[in-house]
């Protein structure tokens, strides 16, 4: 963010304070310059010595390119009848005003405030409802509801912005396959992405558990295939699995999926459907069964995960599809439509005759080519219609069709050679953009998919790969949250778990990515703040990062925690467990035996509110020197390899938090050494095992040890998995001699067998504290 000079900037305060100590009664709200919060961040604002002061009615004027955006400002304006707006005859006429500006690039904006007017100057209507959502920002939170306000007027202070979008493709997804969502709710979620600047929605309308989308050619699509006759209770990984007993479904008409659409219009926000294929078929399978390689009856899953039936790529199904699309394509009148291409397993095609035979005719290598034809049939049919399809990165697999654009998902990978190819993309790895994830570690969060993905990492994210040159790059349309709704039964959880990490999005993907995120971050934090509190007007439901104190363990000599609170000036007070006394922090504590740490801030509304709980575990490799031959995946490393002996574990219910290290498809070989020899009766090693999310402990792991005398000690351990959480645990006993140096081989699970979630993939491998005592 960039200011104007010094001098301006006392002036500014000096009006401001004298305006406060005149005679006159102003009990009404003034916002100061320095507490302008506007979130995604412009690319610039400056102070002018000015104040608005914004009346009771106000009045405005639109140039005619602007009509379309009349309809919010009236109703966004006059949601709070304590406050108006009236449009006047004529420009001169108005205090707001909305102006052509042919100069801007499409969907830039400025806006200047100054003592007797507002301004927003635009070249088209996306550019003109951006303006007014930054201006949105510098309102009272009031304005977001029909509340009784004591005051009839407001104070905004002078300043000039000039602000635009780096990416042309800012989105979030909803799915509503897994969990239904009311028409009001959809549109709740598009207000919220309006006010940030977002102009794509991504609607998964289809999937094994639901069909969402009225098809008329086709009606037991809804009929049958919009719903399950009963749905998992608790997680996937939850042995033995659980159901509710309880039908479940329900379906947009055709009427509604219009009025969201024009709803989503008049926010300058494109709708995206997906009609998922060739996978995640199951649902439409159930109410055709033709569709299928098998011909047979199947029922709409009931629960979440990968499933083996998928469209049979024949003339009949691909005639059922264009009918499909036909349908989908005059619903909505954006440039896309995603086809899903996800996680298709081959294994009907490979037991096909007809697969087996339309391979030979084609002269294609595999199954996995198959599905390539299977896209770039569906491509050319969107292609004719004059639509771009849309696919996840497995539509790489067995070539890509060059008219598709590709969501990365897997990682940045897909997107990488997506670009190389020449192909457009759209980055929305599970590192950074899947919104499923925990975002905190602790134990207290609902129930979530798995993973761990806090805001800060969000906001660090750079949806262009530095293996892109300049023109690649180029190629890099923008990113996308998603919001995956297996666990998110209701709206209000759906709302705890998108936001505020949709906010961190949201800037990402309007103002780039930061230079140095670690450093703007707090101030993201302070810009934040206002907007939950408008948040809480709109009755929307999130996750309060500005609560939560998070810790470093430093090991340079003894164990020491820093404790660190999102915003300045907060202070904080901790004390150890069975201990009563709170104490003010003011440096690095020491861990001097195996306990729990408790933290809060001082002065805090809720005195019992504990803000922070860690529990270390002393132990004699505290102070080993741990090396790994191969690097954790970077989307599952951020603890680094000190995470291994930090006295700390990862969470027994998620994986990916910073005590987890993550390696996919790779054996491992961790080398541990000691300064000075230690007597060892047993080493403990942690894997996470949750075979649907594709993680897998190993079956054994063997130890070399090396005693102080050089003789060797080798020995081999059987898994123990704890049937209370995802954690499998192997106990090696140790020789009770001087150790001077252990390795130990980790071999990975290999390859996911059919039948299992991402059967064909790798497995991964996560590993925790290793306990030495």
């Known amino acids: 963010m960039h200011f104007t000079a010094v001098f301006a900037r006392i002036s500014l305060l000096c009006c401001l304070l004298f305006l406060v100590s005149c005679g006159e009664q102003e009990d009404y709200p003034k916002l100061a310059f320095e507490e302008v919060a506007i979130i995604p961040e412009p690319k610039s604002i400056e102070a002018v010595e000015a104040q608005f002061i914004w009346p009771a009615e106000l009045s405005y004027f639109a140039d005619s390119f602007a009509e379309e955006v009349t309809p919010f400002m ?28 042919n100069t801007l690039e499409d969907e830039h904006y400025k ?38 306000l004591d005051y009839e007027q407001f104070a905004l202070p002078g300043l000039s912005i000039e602000d635009g979008p780096v990416f042309q493709h800012r989105g979030m997804h909803l799915d509503v396959s897994r969990h239904f969502f009311e028409v009001d709710a959809v549109k709740r979620y598009l207000d ?61 008409t055709q009427e509604q999926i219009k009025e969201v659409v024009a709803y989503a ?104 080519e198959l599905q390539s034809f299977f896209v770039s049939e569906i491509a050319g049919y969107l292609n004719s219609k004059g639509k771009k399809l849309l696919g996840w990165d497995e539509i790489l697999e067995g070539g890509l069709d060059p008219t598709a654009t590709v969501m990365s998902w897997r990682g940045v990978e897909g997107g990488i050679a997506a670009a190389k190819s020449g192909n457009g993309v759209i980055m929305s790895p599970t590192s950074h953009a899947y919104f499923d994830y925990y975002q905190d570690d602790s134990e207290d969060q609902p129930l979530a998919i798995g993973g761990f993905l806090p805001l800060e990492k969000v906001y660090s994210f750079d949806p262009i790969p530095s293996e892109l040159n300049s023109k ?73 990062p500005l609560q939560k104190i998070t810790s470093e363990i430093n090991k340079e000599d003894n164990l020491r925690i820093s404790l660190n ?79 291994l002996n930090n006295g700390v574990y990862g ?51 063997q130890i070399r040890a090396t005693l102080a005398d050089g003789r060797a000690y080798n020995t081999t351990a059987m898994i123990k998995k704890d049937s209370l959480s995802n954690v499998a645990n192997e106990v090696f006993g140790m020789p009770e001699e001087m150790i001077t140096r252990i390795r130990i081989d980790i071999p990975n699970y290999g390859i996911i067998p059919e039948g299992k979630q991402g059967a064909g993939n790798k ?3 996560f590993l925790d504290e290793i306990v030495m005592q």
């Not at 467990?577 to 861990?591: C, F, G, H, K, L």
């Not at 219910?653 to 390696?663: A, Q, V």
Request: proline letters at 5%.
């Open 192 to 252: 919220v992405m309006a006010m940030l600047k977002m102009n794509r929605f991504h609607w998964h309308l289809t999937d094994d558990q639901g069909w969402r989308i009225e098809i008329k050619k086709y009606p037991k699509l809804t009929e049958h295939g919009g719903y399950r006759s009963e749905t998992l209770i608790g997680h996937y990984n939850d042995q033995p699995q659980k159901f509710d007993g309880k039908r479940y479904g329900g379906f947009y």
């Open 265 to 368: 219009q008049s926010l300058s926000i494109e709708v995206i459907p997906e009609i998922e294929m060739p996978g995640h078929a199951q649902a439409a399978i159930s109410a055709y069964p033709e569709l299928g390689c098998t011909g047979e009856s199947i029922d709409v899953a009931t629960k979440w995960g990968v499933f083996e039936d998928i469209f049979c790529p024949t003339p009949e199904t691909f005639e059922f599809l264009f009918g499909v699309l036909d349908e989908v394509i005059a619903l909505f009148p954006g440039e896309y439509i995603h086809i899903g291409g996800d996680e298709a397993p081959k294994a009907r095609w490979k037991s096909s005759e007809f697969c087996q035979e339309l391979i030979r005719e084609q002269n294609l290598k595999d199954e996995h």
């Open 472 to 544: 690649q790059a180029q190629l890099i349309l923008g990113a996308q949250g998603n919001v995956w709704t297996e666990y998110m039964t209701s709206e209000k959880k759906m709302q705890y778990m998108a936001y505020p990490r949709t906010m961190a999005m949201a800037e990402v993907v309007w103002s780039g990515a930061k230079e140095d995120s670690e450093q703007s971050y707090p101030d993201f934090l302070r810009r934040l703040k206002p907007l939950l509190n408008r948040l809480d007007v709109m009755d929307r439901s999130y996750y309060n």
């Open 74 to 101: 009236e109703s966004y304006f006059g949601l709070n009848s304590s406050f108006t707006v009236q449009r006047a005859s004529n420009s001169d006429a108005a205090q707001l005003k909305i102006i052509s500006d």
């Open 763 to 765: 497995a991964w491998t």
């Open 651 to 701: 969470s027994k219910n998620r994986h990916g938090d910073k005590e987890w290290l993550g390696f996919w498809g790779d054996d491992l070989r961790v080398d541990i050494r000691f300064e000075t020899p230690v007597k060892l009766n047993s080493l403990k090693l942690g894997f996470y095992h949750a075979p649907g999310q594709w993680i897998y402990a190993p079956t054994k792991s």
């Open 565 to 643: 609170g999102p915003l300045p000036d907060q202070k904080i007070q901790y004390r150890w467990s069975n201990e009563q006394a709170w104490i003010d922090y003011t440096e690095p504590i020491m861990v001097e035996r195996s306990a729990i740490l408790e933290a809060r801030f001082e002065g805090q509304a809720d005195a019992d509110l504990v803000n922070f709980r860690q529990d270390f575990t002393l132990h004699k490799g505290i102070n080993a020197t741990i090396k790994l031959d191969k690097k954790p995946h970077p989307a599952y490393n951020s603890g680094g390899v000190a995470a």
């Open 111 to 148: 806006l200047q405030i100054d003592n007797e007017k507002i301004n927003i100057y635009a070249k088209d209507v996306a550019g003109a409802f951006y303006g007014l959502q930054s201006l949105r920002q510098l309102l009272p939170a009031a304005f977001e509801a029909d509340q009784v």
